[in-house]
C-alpha cells in the first residue's frame, strides 16, 4: 500500500528513469500490476531466476504482464496480454533452496511492440503508453463519483483499511487515483486487466465508476443478508432463553408434568426433522392445535399420530444413487439367467439416467408370465443402484383409499399404502414395486387404477396429495415399477404411463441352466443337504420340466425340487447315508406319477387335422384343430370353449374356403349336404383370439380335398375374408411351443419375419420357417397333394 512519501518517491524515479525500449518479459498468473503497486514476486524458475539476475545487474526494471490463462505453465508471446506495466526492482532476498523472493514497484503502463525473444525467457520491445487527460468538468465529475464510492466501499467492507481514504485525497493526478482505487476493488481480473489498458483517464473513471456501483450494490446487499441472519438468530435465541425459562418455572411450581415434556419433545423433533417448508409449517400449526388440548380429548390421540406420521416421512432423505453400469450388470447376471434383451433394455434405461442425472422420467412395466422374475429383477435394480426397495401387491385392491390413504375425519384413518411404503423404505427415493397392476379392481369404494394415473405421472406426482397427510409429498424422485401377466386388464391411460419391458418365457435349455445354478443350490440350502450328497442329471432335469411341471417361468421347476430335497432329506435323517442322483428314469419315484402328457406332433398326417400355435397364461402351447364332416344342411359346429374373437376367425375361414376352392373341389355340393364340426381338444381351456385362422381354413379345406395334412409343420396367423394373412403376436413362445412339440417347420405370417431375432439361436438352427402373406400359400404348402 503506497503512502505520502513514497508517492513522492516514485514521482522522481518515474521523472528520473528511463524505461527500455527492450524489457524482459514476466508472466503473472494471479494479477494485474497497476502502476504505484507494491508487487512481491516469489521465483523458482530456473529461467524466470536467469531473468531477474540479467534485470536486477543493469537497470533493474521488467515488464509484468498478466497472463490470459493462469493454468498456463508456460506461457509464450499468444498467452499474456498486451499491456502491462514497468516495474522496478528495489529489494532482492534469495533462499537456501534456490527461492527468489522480489519486492518490486509498478512505474506506468506499457505495451508490447514486438516479441524479440521467446526463450529461456519472453523479451519484448515495449513503448510507455502515457495518459490522455483533458480538464474537463465531466472528468472532475466522475473522479468525485469514483472517489466517494470509495469511500463507502472501504466503510462497508473490512478488509480494506481507512488509511486508503487519506492517500486517495493526496493524489493529485486523476490518472494516477484511477490506478490506486483500481488495484484495491476486489474485482475479477478481466475487468482490472480493461482498466489497465484503458490510456484515456475519462474513458477509464467511467469504467471504473460502473465497478464501483457494482461492488457497492454487492457489498450492500450482503451487509443486508448479514444483518437478516442475525435478526433471525437473534429471534430464535430469545424463544430458546424464554422457553428454557418457563420450563424452570414450571419445574419450581411443580407443573413440569409428562404432557408439557411431551409437548417439547415433539417441538424439538419438528426442528431437527428434516421436514419441507410446508410440512414444517402444517407441524408448527398442529403442534399449537395440539398444546391447547386436554390430553383426555378423543381429538389428541388423531392429533399426536398426525405429527408422528409427518415427522417420520423421509421429506428431504434420499439415498445416493450408484449409477455404475458394470455394476449393475454383474448384479442381474449373478440374479438371473438368460433374458439377454431384458437386461440390456434395463441397462439401457440406467444409462439414460444416469446422462439426465436424476430418475424422474418414465415408469418400467414388466410383463411376462408367472414365474419368469419380475419381482426379483426389481429387487436386483434396486441393490445395483443402491436404493431401498419397497414391495405393493396391488391384486385384488378395489378401495381408492388403499392408495390415497382416509381422511383425518374418519376413525383409525391412515396414510395410503404408497405414503406408507416410503415411510417404511427411510428415503423419498426408493425403488417402488407396484406388483400386479393387472390385477386392480374397483366397486363402489373408487377405481385404484385412476388414483395410480397420478402416482405414476412425472408431470403430476412430484405434488402428490395423500388424503390423510393433505400436504404435498415429492414423489419424482422414487423409481416405480410395475409388474403384470398380461396388459389386457390394464386401463390405456394407466398404460400409456408406463415403459412396457416384456419378460418371454423360459425354454427348456435355460430353465435347466437356471435349476443348476439357483434353484437346486437355494432349495438343498433350505433344507440341510450337504452339497455332494444330491446331483440332478440333464435328463432328470427335462423330465422335471416337461413332465411335472407346464409353464413359461420356473416357480413350479423349484417347488418339484423342493419336493425332492425333502424326501432325500428324509432319507439321511433316516441313517441312509448314500449319495441321490436323480435321472429321467428315477425321477417318478421322488415325485410321483407324470402330471402331464408331452406335447408332441402328430405321428402321421391325418385329413382334417392342422396344428396351430397359441400363446397362453404359462408361455406357448401348440394346438390340434380338428374337423369332421357330416352328412347335414352345410351347419358348422364349434367346440373346445372358444371365445368370441375365435368363433369368428373360423367363421371368415370357412367363408374363405368356400369362396376360392369349392369350384375345385371333388365335390361341388359339399357344403350342401355335409355339416362340418370344428373342435379344439382340451375342452376344458379357454381359448380365444384369431391367430387360429390360418390353421382353421387349412383344416377345412383338407376336409374338403379329402386330403391330409403335413403332421411336422405348424402354423400360424390371422386370415381375412380375402385370403389375406396378418401379424400376431407371442411368436416367441409359440415357436418355443413348437421346438419343444417335434415341429420341423413353422408358417408364420410375412409381416413376421422381423420377430425371429428374438428366438434363440439354438432353436432357430432346429426349425424350418416359411413366411406367408396369403392363406392359399399355407393350404398349397401343408396339405400333401399326391
Known amino acids: 500500500m503506497p503512502t505520502k512519501s513514497s508517492v513522492d518517491f516514485e514521482e522522481q524515479i518515474v521523472r528520473l528513469s528511463q524505461v527500455p525500449k527492450e524489457l524482459a518479459i514476466l508472466p503473472i498468473n494471479d494479477a494485474v500490476v497497476f502502476p504505484l503497486n507494491l508487487v512481491p514476486l516469489l521465483i523458482n524458475d530456473p529461467d524466470l531466476l536467469k531473468l531477474a539476475d540479467g534485470a536486477l545487474a543493469s537497470h533493474k526494471i521488467i515488464g509484468a504482464f498478466t497472463q490470459k490463462n493462469s493454468s498456463t505453465e508456460r506461457p509464450g508471446p499468444e498467452d499474456v496480454f498486451k499491456v502491462g506495466t514497468a516495474v522496478l526492482l528495489q529489494k532482492m532476498i534469495r533462499f537456501p533452496n534456490g527461492e527468489m523472493r522480489l519486492m518490486g514497484r509498478g512505474l506506468t503502463r506499457i505495451k508490447v511492440v514486438d516479441f524479440t525473444q521467446i526463450e529461456p525467457f519472453l523479451v519484448a520491445k515495449v513503448e510507455v503508453m502515457d495518459d490522455v487527460v483533458e480538464k474537463s468538468d465531466l472528468v472532475k465529475a466522475y473522479l468525485k463519483t469514483v472517489v466517494n464510492s470509495f469511500s463507502k466501499i472501504i466503510d462497508e467492507s473490512e478488509n480494506l483499511p481507512d488509511e486508503l481514504k487519506i492517500i486517495v485525497e493526496n493524489l493529485k493526478e486523476e490518472g494516477r487515483i484511477a490506478d490506486v482505487i483500481a488495484s484495491n476493488l476486489n474485482i475479477d481480473m478481466g475487468k482490472k486487466q480493461s482498466l489497465l489498458e484503458e490510456g484515456n483517464v475519462l474513458a477509464r473513471l467511467k469504467l471504473l465508476s460502473k465497478y464501483l456501483m457494482d461492488e457497492l450494490d454487492v457489498l450492500q446487499l450482503g451487509k443486508k443478508l448479514q444483518s437478516d441472519v442475525k435478526k433471525e438468530m437473534d429471534r430464535e435465541q430469545r424463544e430458546y432463553y424464554l422457553r428454557q425459562q418457563l420450563k424452570a418455572i414450571r419445574r419450581e411450581l411443580g407443573e413440569d408434568d409428562d404432557r408439557t415434556l411431551e409437548i417439547e419433545e415433539i417441538r424439538e423433533a419438528i426442528i431437527k426433522a428434516k421436514l419441507s417448508p410446508k410440512a414444517r409449517e402444517v407441524a408448527e400449526r398442529e403442534l399449537d392445535r395440539l398444546q391447547k388440548m386436554s390430553p383426555g380429548a378423543a381429538e389428541y390421540t388423531v392429533s399426536k399420530t398426525y405429527l408422528d406420521w409427518i415427522m417420520e416421512l423421509p421429506w428431504e432423505t434420499s439415498t445416493e444413487d450408484n449409477l455404475d453400469i458394470q455394476l449393475a450388470q454383474r448384479v442381474l ?71 390415497r390413504g382416509h381422511r383425518r375425519t374418519y376413525i383409525g384413518a391412515l396414510p395410503g399404502r404408497i405414503i406408507q411404503g416410503v415411510r417404511n423404505a427411510g428415503s423419498n427415493n426408493p425403488v417402488f414395486m407396484l406388483d400386479e397392476i393387472d390385477k386392480l379392481g374397483s366397486d363402489f369404494r373408487g377405481d385404484p387404477a385412476s388414483a395410480l394415473l397420478e402416482v405414476l405421472d412425472p408431470a403430476q406426482n412430484h ?324
Open 333 to 403: 447376471d449373478e440374479d438371473h439367467y438368460g433374458l439377454e434383451s431384458v437386461k440390456e433394455r434395463i441397462l439401457e434405461f440406467l444409462s439414460v439416467k444416469k446422462l439426465r442425472e436424476s430418475m424422474k422420467g418414465s415408469i418400467i412395466c414388466f410383463v411376462g408370465p408367472p414365474g419368469v422374475g419380475k419381482t426379483s429383477l426389481g429387487q436386483s435394480i434396486a441393490r445395483a443402484i443402491g436404493r431401498k426397495f419397497v414391495r405393493m401387491s396391488l391384486g385384488g385392491m378395489k378401495d381408492e383409499a388403499e392408495i
Open 463 to 786: 405434488s402428490f396429495e395423500d388424503h390423510y397427510l393433505n400436504i404435498p409429498f415429492d414423489l419424482s424422485k422414487v423409481f416405480f415399477i410395475t409388474t403384470a401377466n398380461w396388459l389386457d386388464p390394464v386401463p390405456r391411460p394407466l398404460l400409456d404411463r408406463m415403459e412396457v419391458i416384456e419378460l418371454p418365457g423360459y425354454i427348456t435349455l435355460e430353465k435347466i441352466e437356471i435349476a443348476k445354478r439357483y434353484l437346486l443350490p437355494r432349495q438343498m440350502e433350505e433344507n440341510g443337504i450337504p452339497k455332494d450328497m444330491l446331483k440332478v442329471a440333464d435328463g432328470g432335469y427335462w423330465s422335471i420340466i416337461q413332465i411335472y411341471t407346464r409353464e413359461a417361468g420356473v416357480r413350479n421347476l423349484e417347488r418339484k425340487l423342493a419336493t425332492i430335497c425333502r424326501k432325500v432329506a428324509k432319507r439321511l435323517v433316516s441313517g441312509n447315508r448314500r449319495k441321490v442322483t436323480i435321472t429321467e428314469r428315477n425321477v417318478g419315484a421322488y415325485l410321483g406319477p407324470k402330471q402331464f402328457a408331452s406335447e408332441i406332433a402328430l405321428k402321421k398326417p391325418m385329413v382334417g387335422v392342422a396344428t396351430g400355435l397359441a400363446k397362453t397364461f404359462a408361455g406357448g402351447e401348440i394346438l390340434f384343430i380338428e374337423a369332421l364332416k357330416m352328412k347335414g344342411s352345410g351347419r358348422m359346429q364349434l367346440t373346445g370353449q372358444l371365445g368370441g374373437v375365435m368363433k369368428e376367425s373360423a367363421e371368415a375361414a370357412l367363408s374363405f374356403v368356400k369362396a376360392h376352392y369349392l369350384q375345385d373341389a371333388p365335390d361341388p355340393r359339399f357344403f350342401e349336404v355335409n355339416d362340418i364340426h370344428v373342435h379344439v381338444p382340451a375342452g376344458a381351456v379357454p381359448k380365444d383370439g384369431p391367430s387360429a385362422g390360418v390353421a382353421i381354413a387349412t383344416t377345412i379345406a383338407s376336409l374338403l380335398f379329402g386330403k391330409p395334412i403335413r403332421h411336422d409343420y405348424a402354423m400360424t396367423g390371422e386370415i381375412t375374408l380375402t385370403g389375406k394373412v396378418l401379424p400376431i403376436g407371442g411368436l416367441k413362445d409359440k415357436v418355443i411351443a413348437a421346438h419343444r412339440a417335434g415341429i420341423k417347420t413353422v408358417l408364420i405370417p410375412a409381416d413376421n419375419k422381423g420377430d425371429l431375432e428374438e428366438i434363440p439361436a439354438v432353436i432357430q438352427k432346429d426349425l424350418k420357417f416359411f413366411f406367408v402373406s396369403r392363406a392359399e400359400q399355407a393350404i398349397e404348402k401343408t396339405i400333401i397333394w399326391k
